[in-house]
């Protein structure tokens, strides 16, 4: 009997191992990876840094590799402004996206959650519905639309709301357009579920105390709905402070978000401690949200016990 | 002088005219009557329930009264005034919803004192009528609690406050007591009664719990698939229904079948039995004896006197502590139902399955339906 329980609890343990085995395998030891690359020197070798660990070196080799390496790349972010500006200018995109974002995905989250029950179901799949095609081919179709002689400019002349054909892409309106459009789902699926959840008879216990529609809707809807504003506003964020390819693709080139910059040390300047030192200094740089975020999580799912 | 005294007059008018007066009400939900040609007054101060089985409307009754369904025909009055164009957040009435519709992100001074904070009302005077209604409730010193901190009953309390304090003039509460353990729901019923008689409030509750309409409430309206079928003080109801279906909803009733013979009497499967009340009614016609379980004596021997007297024997024992249930095959090979209190201490040994016993009953004991 002993044997068996043990065995079964050792099964439990097990079960539980696995999500931290993946964690470790697929993110702590690729983060120490580019983090020790970050510490290296560039050289003009194969693999373009150095030191390179030797196991075979043992000891004296452990103690050598710890004394070449160096903070020198995180110094040279610091000291050129290149990458600061980097830095802000992707914050300032991701948190004024993320207020469109809310502004756009707010009301769509609420017409869903108030639709009739039948209607739910095919309206959260039109929600998930551009997940069916590539990413990048949703991009390129932007860059179609937005185009000089794109749709976008084709169908406002015929409205007579421009005159003469405007320049949308390889602007900052064309990267809102483009990220708004990529991350909406993020938003309007966590805003969905919080605002879904909501007990309706609390609208009629809000009316019948004597507040009118609009205020109940400050007063009642928007604070149960937080926990769902704020899984949905970190859920863009952070990957829109890290985002490539949309800056890359619809982007001009006076506008460098953070990812753009390190994919230009990595590739083409080819200095991966420069590289890995951005990626470091953004994990650090998002680390308080996505802590905030954990934080939450953790709340929610001690108040749904 | 002469104002003083008409105002008088008016108010004594007022106190006359019903509260609340349902006029020919009738609720459709697509092609589905949930209401049908409804009317019902509800007088000043009173103690109200409709009772019903699930799904008779009585719900969609107050929903009406709370201004959160519209009538499809008909009106409502409140105070001789239509309401039907009153928004549900301007109405003087207030509501004590089933699942109490708690707020979850206020505390329960915030949940209690947001019908007052709509009014505009000051922080102090606010405060002030919080505290009292924590007083009311005896929830003092949990103002400050979060609504996941309190058990069912407590909630409870913090629904029933929130629901007073703008001193509605009518109150209504919709199965208040369900989710309730049995234990506490009796002691809340008496709280209710209490608070009501206290306040003068009037209150209108639902409730399919028949025992607990009985209890409460000052009249009952019985309904059925959204028609009035009784409105009567509780004793009226159980001892003098009106159809066959009242009598049996409410409580245990065995309902026998005959004719009205020319003397008076009334000729059934178990002979001819002696009746009250059949003065009005036509005699050839086929009518109902209501015969409630606790009016029915039962002997082992053959009893003497004035009764109806009828043999049988005991198929079943209902045991329930205070009192036992026995049902009794009758000679039509029919079941009658016989309660009788377990007074002795061995009260229940007394008859046991498969005695003969005779049942009797005094002419007036049952009631004579004809519908």
């Known amino acids: 009997m002993r044997t068996q329980a043990n065995r079964r609890n050792w099964g439990a343990r097990l079960v539980v191992l696995v999500p931290y085995l993946w964690l470790l395998v697929f993110f702590l030891v690729p983060f120490v990876i580019v983090l020790k690359i970050s510490l290296s020197q560039t050289a003009l070798a194969l693999p373009p840094y150095m030191p390179v660990f030797d196991f075979a070196a043992g000891w004296a080799g452990l103690m050598e590799f710890t004394a070449q390496l160096s903070a020198d790349s995180f110094r040279l972010l610091s000291s050129d402004a290149i990458y600061l500006l980097s830095y802000l200018k992707s914050l300032q995109i991701a948190a004024i996206s993320t207020i469109l974002l809310l502004a756009i995905g707010y009301p769509i989250a609420y017409g869903m959650a108030r639709a009739p029950r039948s209607w739910q179901p095919p309206l959260v799949m039109a929600v998930v519905l551009p997940f069916w095609t590539s990413f990048l081919i949703r991009i390129y179709a932007w860059i179609n639309i937005l185009q000089r002689d794109g749709l976008l400019n084709d169908v406002l002349t015929r409205l007579h709301a421009i005159d003469a054909p405007a320049a949308w892409l390889s602007s900052d309106t064309a990267i809102y357009i483009g990220i708004v459009y990529s991350y909406l789902p993020f938003m309007v699926l966590p805003l969905y579920a919080a605002l879904e959840k909501m007990d309706e008879t609390l609208l009629e216990a809000a009316a019948d105390l004597g507040c009118p529609r609009w205020k109940t809707f400050w007063l009642v809807t928007l604070p149960l709905s937080l926990p769902g504003v704020a899984a949905g506003t970190l859920l863009c964020f952070i990957p829109i402070v890290g985002e490539f390819v949309i800056p890359d693709l619809l982007g001009g080139s006076e506008t460098m978000m953070i990812g753009q910059t390190l994919w230009t040390e990595f590739f083409s300047n080819r200095d991966w401690p420069v590289a890995s030192a951005i990626a470091v200094s953004l994990l650090g740089l998002l680390l308080a949200p996505i802590l905030f975020y954990e934080r939450l999580q953790q709340r929610s799912l001690e108040g749904s016990r | ?371």
Request: net charge neutral; glycine share 10%.
């Open chain 2, 1 to 371: 002088m002469a104002d003083g005294g008409e105002a008088a007059q008016n108010n004594a008018a007022n106190e006359q005219s019903p509260l609340v007066r349902f006029e020919a009400v009738t609720k459709r939900f697509g092609s589905v009557a949930a209401i049908e040609s409804f009317s019902l007054d509800i007088a000043h101060g009173e103690f109200f329930a409709l009772l019903g089985p699930s799904g008779c409307g009585k719900t969609t009754l107050l929903r009406m009264l709370a201004g959160f369904e519209t009538p499809t025909e008909g009106r409502i009055l409140l105070d001789r005034e239509d309401i039907d164009a009153v928004q549900p957040h301007r109405r003087p009435v207030n509501m004590m919803f089933q699942s109490y519709a708690l707020f979850p992100h206020l505390t329960v001074e915030g949940n209690i004192g947001f019908g007052l904070r709509q009014e505009n009302a000051t922080r102090a005077e606010i405060s002030e009528r919080v505290t009292e209604m924590l007083a009311l409730v005896r929830l003092q010193g949990f103002g400050r609690r979060r609504i996941d901190q309190l058990s069912g009953g407590q909630r409870q309390r913090v629904a029933l406050a929130r629901s007073l304090i703008k001193r509605p003039r009518v109150l209504l509460l919709d199965e208040p007591l369900a989710a309730l353990d049995k234990k506490l729901r009796a002691e809340t019923q008496f709280e209710l009664m209490e608070l009501q008689r206290r306040l003068g409030t009037t209150f209108v509750i639902v409730t399919h719990d028949q025992e607990e309409a009985m209890i409460v409430a000052d009249r009952i309206a019985v309904m059925n698939h959204g028609r009035l079928m009784q409105v009567a003080t509780p004793s009226e109801i159980y001892e003098r229904p009106n159809s066959r279906w009242v009598a049996d909803f409410i409580g245990e009733v065995t309902i026998v079948e005959g004719r009205i013979s020319a003397s008076g009497a009334m000729d059934s499967a178990l002979g001819r039995l002696r009746v009250a009340g059949t003065s009005g009614a036509k005699s050839g016609g086929t009518v109902w004896l209501a015969l409630r379980p606790e009016k029915i004596g039962m002997s082992s021997e053959r009893p003497a006197g004035e009764l109806n007297k009828i043999p049988g024997t005991i198929s079943e024992i209902g045991y329930r502590g205070d009192i036992s249930i026995y049902k009794v095959r009758l000679a039509d090979r029919s079941l009658m139902k016989v309660a009788l209190a377990n007074v002795g201490v061995r009260g229940n040994a007394l008859f046991k399955a498969g005695d003969l016993v005779w049942l009797s009953w005094p002419p007036d004991a049952g009631v004579v339906l004809d519908s």
